[in-house]
């Protein structure tokens, strides 16, 4: 598997979940040993520089992300969750999407004060939840060393947004 | 880290997500890089010896599970998810869980005919998540080959339910 062979697995599907959004399909990247491997490689080597106690993953899909490279880099994994979801003391972060608003939650002992935390996800699109994520990491006294993505949708403006806040952003693909 | 210290990991909520529920709580068990070694391996030891193409991961914490277990198994991963989630084509599978009745889906090219998969999940509660993705999967034409999950509640039968059907059940840790 090569970059351009890996990009063409990503399938676009017209107005999903709701009409005027291009949605982007990673699913096609899981399905063979050969591209999630690939997946894997490309995630790790973007990160193997960046000084890091933990990976927070965005549910869901960067679940998918958050495991590979925790397991990777033997970090630990800490799990930035829809609302409702995580029992126990937790704190909580509302943010847009671009089809409405939505809340993010984390628990109150996911992160020590001072860790370092790489933040992971499938996708960056407005940098919404990106910069919700952020908010709560820091809340807890953590530190955002960074952001991992597969997919960055440049027209929407996520990185530039969050490369104003000062963070470090990096993803495989990229979509003008 | 041996199977106590493991163990002693998992928390235990009260009354969550609703009445009357005692919700175990696996996010201890990822946070650190020894605890999340220590998961990887038990996952991957059950299930070197089963032979599969794909894992079949259940959204959302099972998607952790699968990520691990198709990158060290060097397997296939595809995912199982709540209604309204994948794009394009898709068939879909109702069930009941502990407190509600939910959908299930899965894309229609996410299994190929003939394909054995072992479906992956962190928690075995009464079986109905775990029955409705097996049949997604069997209507694709797949052929579960087994589950694997962290939790098995046994007080709430989900792992006789499964092997009633016939399937293989494997948990690194069990509830009576």
């Known amino acids: 598997m ?64 958050g495991a590979l490279l925790a397991m990777r880099l033997s970090k630990g994994l800490v ?20 089809y409405g608003t939505r809340i993010m939650e984390i628990q109150n002992d996911a992160i020590l004060s001072g860790e370092k935390i790489l933040i992971a996800d499938d996708l960056l699109a407005t940098g919404g939840s990106a910069i919700a994520a952020a908010s709560l990491v820091e809340k807890l006294g953590g530190k955002v060393v960074g952001f991992v993505f597969i997919i960055c949708l440049n027209y929407l403006e996520g990185m530039d947004k969050l490369r104003n806040h000062g963070y470090s952003v990096k993803s495989i693909l990229e979509y003008d």
Do not use: H
């Open 2 to 65: 090569n970059d351009v062979e890996f990009k063409d697995l990503v399938r676009t599907w017209k107005d999903f979940p709701t009409n005027g959004i291009l949605f982007k399909d990673i699913n096609p990247l899981l399905r063979t040993p050969d591209s999630l491997n690939y997946l894997n490689e490309k995630l790790s080597n973007m990160c193997t520089n960046i000084q890091m106690n933990k990976i927070g993953a965005i549910e869901s899909r960067g679940f998918i992300i």
């Open 79 to 98: 799990l930035i969750r829809k609302e409702g979801k995580l029992p126990g003391p937790t704190i909580k972060q509302s943010y847009s999407i671009e």
